[in-house]
Every structure is written in C-alpha cells, then in structure tokens.
C-alpha cells in the first residue's frame, strides 16, 4: 500500500470523489502542514493553526497510479485560487499537495508543470514534504455518503461528483 495528502479546499468534497476510485483502500480526511499540535475543527476554521484540510489516501499502486490521483486531485479543485476554493477562504483551504519521498515529489513537480499548460492563471498549489497527519473529528469522515441532503453537500459535491464521474468512470470502483 501507498500513502497520498491531498489538498483541495473543503475535505468533504475531494474525499467523496477519491472514495469512487478502484484502487483506493481508504482516504481519511484531516489536518496537516500546521505548527498547531492535536488541531480541532474549530483551531482549522480559525485559520491560525496553519493546517490544511487534507485527505490521507491509501491505495493500492498495482491498481491506481500516484500520477493517476494526482491528476484527479487536479480535477477536482481549482489550483489557482490562493487560499481559497469558490466560498471557503482562508489557508486552511489551500491548494496543497504533501509529498512522502522524493518519487512523489518528482511526480507532483512534473504533474504540476503538464497541469499549468491547461490553466491560464497561475497554478499556486503549494508543494511540502509531508509532515504530521491528523485525522478530523469522526462525523467528517465520509461525511457526502452521510449527509447528501445536506445544503452544502448537495450543492457543491452532488454536482463536483457527477462531473467526475462522467469524466472519470473507467476508474470507478464497482
């Protein structure tokens, strides 16, 4: 198994795409990149942690390539929004990726460049070696598949996951 941090604005969002994916065995959504030990929920939305809201991805690379969900990482957030991702502002909502070794920092750094070509703005997605995980409270876990009614959920993620899907269905799992 191989490990993936993402970052792409609200976690309840990339979460339930990478969910979809074959090859993907879990994704926990979280905190990283901050100096702020054991950050709650409430220490993230005060943007002083210097957390993002990340998802830890473990997959099977015999299945799903790291380049693969990077690409996908592309797909489902704007890369170009410092800060911020449509209403959700702030750092906790950066674009980041946190690589685990020097392969994935290689494959980020060349994904980075092919993805700048599509984008006519700059790409500001911040690129860090990975550092502590923390997982978030429990009811952001999976939070789509338990609250698809929900405004926010429905939305901004029905509509994200419908577009990924249609442009993504060869590599949903069943």
Known sequence: MQTAIFGGGCF??????FRRLKGVQSVLSGYSGGHLDNPTYQDICTGLSGHAEVVKIEFDE?????????QVFFELHDPTQ???QGNDVGTQYRS???????????????MLASQQALFADKIVT?????TLFYSAETYHQDYYRDNPNQPY???MIGP???????????????
């Open 126 to 130: 911040e690129l860090s070696p990975a």
């Open 82 to 84: 410092l800060n911020r």
């Open 12 to 17: 309840w969002c990339i979460d339930a795409a």
């Open 153 to 155: 959920c429905s939305i």
């Open 96 to 110: 980041v990726i946190f690589y685990l070794d020097d392969v994935q920092k290689l494959a980020s750094l060349k």
């Open 160 to 174: 994200k996951l419908a577009k990924f899907s249609a442009n993504y269905a060869t590599l949903l799992a069943q």
């Open 62 to 70: 015999q299945v799903i390539s790291y380049s693969t969900l990077l």
